[in-house]
């Protein structure tokens, strides 16, 4: 049944993001020559297949990202007046962390700091990744240090780690880089990242309350958070997640990899694990934060609901929605949608100024 004033599938359920009117016309000149602006098709694997079948997928899947990636950024220049350091320290888990290091050239601080987390669903990707270290790269340009965390993936070539143990890494390099402070010229911390990044931006948070280390954040920048965990039976609250069902992402897909990030499911509604699920007092007495989300993205309705659970908790909080693109649109286009890529490293800059 169509329904033109309703939006997404909602109003359409053969919409795509090739046919939404909502979408920028200059994303999608990059994704049309793809196939990435139809619908995401079915998976070949599912959560009923053999782990070893899933994780082979991934596998390729992460490949298949990487190379999507280097597609997608255009021939761009290098940034440039930024200078790379690695760092490789010890983790809570007795576990090597290696962490990659940007900051402006020639400056000693003190200046805001940023720890970066990766996105891929805390399943798949890499810190090192290039697309991860441009991003870095355009963050420190901007006056910041920027840690990236090659934290431990739930599958693909840095995996198989299902929770915790991904999120004990960031917990690891959090207070590492809180106490080189000094070292590094760091005046304040902005934890940051985006989809399954954004849910590692928000579960260390939670957790650095939980073990009282609150003290090594002075705030928080979540990107497009993947933090529900319900994808195989969509909240219906979740609108988004069937608006948007298919548009670069599907629920097919983010239930598989929540699947290998929570194989028993026992953490189902662990805030640690899906800061969803977080309560009034987990959140109370929490920095400063913002929940960025994307208009055509299925994950964008949880960012806002945990949006409001923090405002209601009387948190410092904003949110902004960056409308006409795609899950982590605002990341992925900088060649073909340079206001919108850096409007978000301006806004992440000016966060962490204004802290």
Same mark, same amino acid.
């Given at each position: ?150 934290? *431990? ?56 309350? *939980? ?88 994950? *964008? ?6 949006? *409001? ?47």
């Amino acid at each position: 049944m169509i329904a033109p004033h309703l939006p997404g599938r909602l109003g359409d359920p053969d919409r795509t993001l090739a046919t939404d009117p909502r979408s920028d016309p200059r994303m999608l000149a990059v994704m049309l020559p793809l196939g990435m602006s139809e619908r995401t098709p079915p998976q070949p694997v599912t959560i009923d297949s053999p782990l070893e079948a899933i994780h082979e997928f991934n596998t390729m899947a992460e490949a298949g990202f990487e190379m999507m990636f280097s597609m997608t950024s255009g021939d761009l220049g290098p940034v440039v007046g930024v200078e790379r350091t690695i760092e490789v320290i010890r983790g809570i888990d007795g576990n090597d962390i290696t962490l990659y290091i940007h900051r402006p050239e020639g400056t000693s601080g003190p200046m805001p700091g940023v720890l970066h987390l990766h996105g891929g669903g805390m399943s798949i990707l890499e810190a090192s990744g290039s697309g991860y270290q441009r991003w870095r790269d355009q963050l420190a340009a901007t006056g910041m240090v920027v840690c990236g965390v090659e934290f *431990r993936n739930a599958s693909g070539k840095l995996g198989p780690h299902p929770f915790p143990a991904g999120l004990n890494d960031c917990t690891s390099a959090l207070l590492w880089f809180a106490d080189q402070r000094e070292r590094l010229g760091v005046s304040k911390i902005v934890v940051s990242g985006e989809s399954g990044g954004g849910n590692l931006t928000l579960a260390t948070t939670l957790q650095a309350k *939980r073990n009282g280390q609150l003290h090594a954040i002075d705030g928080v920048y979540a990107q497009c958070p993947y933090i529900s965990g319900v994808y195989e039976a969509p909240l219906p609250e979740l609108t988004s997640l069937f608006e948007n069902d298919g548009y670069f992402l599907s629920c097919e897909q983010m239930g598989v990899m929540a699947m290998l990030y929570d194989p028993t499911r026992e953490s189902a509604t662990n805030p640690l694990a899906w800061p969803y699920h977080a309560s009034a007092d987990d959140l109370a007495g929490l920095p400063p934060h913002v929940i960025s989300v994307n208009e055509l993205d299925p994950l *964008r309705d949880e960012g806002l609901a945990y949006y *409001r659970k923090l405002a209601a908790a009387g948190v410092p909080v904003a949110a902004r929605t960056v409308n006409g693109t795609c899950h982590a649109g605002d990341c992925l286009f900088e060649a073909a949608m340079p206001e919108v890529f850096h409007a978000t490293i301006r806004d992440i800059k000016s966060f962490a100024d204004s802290l």
